[in-house]
């Protein structure tokens, strides 16, 4: 595992399925209780905002109140030893989750999907730390327009930091996809860019994600399990 210098790492809702937080996809999970087009796109916020809301208060509150598991904490682990294996190596860690478990565990983390602990004012563009409801209309700390909007990407709407992820992909040499199914473009396609570009590719996932075939090896388990695995692997190494 030593050949490797540049390591980007996806995370998807599985990692954090351990702390409590529900995925979207598996059975129970939240796109079987919510449609997407009532609470997640652009349209939805239009038609019905207090749905939405309400929606996304009741997930800003519910994150609040769960722990990093033994996925972040390793993670997090990797993130802080791996530039201390060697001069220019690096951990880019990207996540399609909008919780904050990773940062919690001490991560440092792109949230290309955003975050539910920001809120987003659509008059002045200004991003604030945001723990309580928007479903009353508060003003936005820095303009005082009442025009706060969760900070989360919906369907339709461009991922964020996409400059800085592709240029992570372009010089990685090992890419690890972790708890996710695979269903969600950009996000899915990062696999085949980074093996496109040379990078091994390796999956950990509780099951094989829609994406599989382009990893060229998959572990299957629960993250709390194999991810504490495999970063003793590469630190050992
Ligand atoms: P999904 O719910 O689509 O997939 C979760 C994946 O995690 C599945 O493949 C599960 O098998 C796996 N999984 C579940 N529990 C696990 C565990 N304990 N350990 C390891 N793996 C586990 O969630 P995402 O792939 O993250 O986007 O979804 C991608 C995007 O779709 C989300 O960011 C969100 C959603 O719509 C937006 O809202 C824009």
């Known amino acids: 595992m030593t050949q490797f210098r540049n ?9 954090s399925a351990e702390s409590g937080i529900d995925t979207f996809r598996d059975g129970g999970g939240l796109w079987e209780r919510h449609r997407v087009d009532d609470v997640a796109t652009p349209e ?8 939405v809301q309400r929606f996304y208060d009741m997930r800003r509150a519910a994150i609040q109140e769960k722990v990093p598991n033994a996925a972040h904490m390793a993670l997090a682990r990797l993130d802080q030893a791996w530039p201390k294996k060697g001069m220019g190596r690096t951990v880019t860690l990207v996540t399609q989750n909008v919780d904050d478990l990773h940062e919690r565990a001490g991560a440092s983390v792109i949230h290309m999907h955003g975050e539910h602990l920001k809120a987003w004012c659509t008059l002045c563009d200004t991003r604030s730390h945001w723990r309580g409801p928007l479903i009353d209309g508060p003003p936005c700390p820095a303009c005082g327009a009442r025009a706060l909007r969760p900070d989360v990407v919906w369907f339709g709407e461009m991922p964020y930091h996409m400059d ?68 003793e692997e590469m630190l050992a190494g």
Request: proline share 6%.
């Open 164 to 231: 800085r992820i592709h240029a992570a992909l372009r010089s990685a040499d090992l890419f690890v996809s972790i708890g996710t199914s695979g269903a969600v473009y950009p996000a899915a396609g990062f696999v085949q860019s980074a093996r496109d570009l040379g990078a091994r590719t390796l999956e950990l996932n509780l099951e094989p994600s829609q994406g599989s075939r382009w990893f060229h090896e998959t572990r299957l388990g629960p993250a709390s399990e194999l991810v504490p695995e495999w970063v």
């Open 44 to 51: 939805a916020f239009a038609r019905d905002p207090g749905l």
């Open 7 to 15: 390591i980007v790492i996806l995370t998807g809702a599985g990692v």
